[in-house]
């Protein structure tokens, strides 16, 4: 399988783009895999949010998630929108672990990609 993986952006945009594309041995079963994607828990769009202890201060972090196959190829585009609610400072802790949560992501779905993978071995 071979793979390209770009991470872009950050707190100073206040924004964080993940592209990963993978190029499979065989044709991707394009519904079976879309399917799992959009119905997962592990990759569903979601809002997290950081709060300051004792006070109502948060920030809001939104992941979007979407997946685009053709043929052997395969697209997963994730999104991060870091959204101040006051004004706190956000630290590098939050960047990593955003990182984290890709990297996190990127092994589940390659965990996915790998069974249209398996066809060179046998």
């Known amino acids: 399988m071979k793979k390209k993986v770009i991470l872009s952006g950050g707190l100073k945009e206040m924004v964080t783009y993940c592209t990963a594309i993978y190029e499979v041995d065989k044709d991707v079963d394009t519904e079976y895999l879309m ?4 119905k997962s ?3 569903e769009n979601k809002s997290f949010y ?6 109502a201060q948060r920030t809001t ?3 979007n998630t979407s997946l685009f196959v053709k043929g052997n190829k395969i697209t997963l585009q994730i999104r991060y929108d870091i959204l101040k609610v ?13 990182k984290s ?3 996190s992501l ?3 779905f390659e965990l996915l990609v790998t069974t249209f993978d398996e066809g060179k071995d046998e």
Do not use: A, Q
């Open 35 to 38: 399917n799992i994607v959009s």
């Open 41 to 43: 828990p592990v990759f």
């Open 50 to 55: 950081t709060n300051v202890f004792g006070v």
């Open 61 to 63: 972090i939104t992941r």
């Open 86 to 98: 006051v004004d706190i400072k956000l630290t590098e802790e939050d960047e990593e672990w955003i």
């Open 101 to 103: 949560d890709v990297e």
């Open 106 to 108: 990127l092994k589940h």
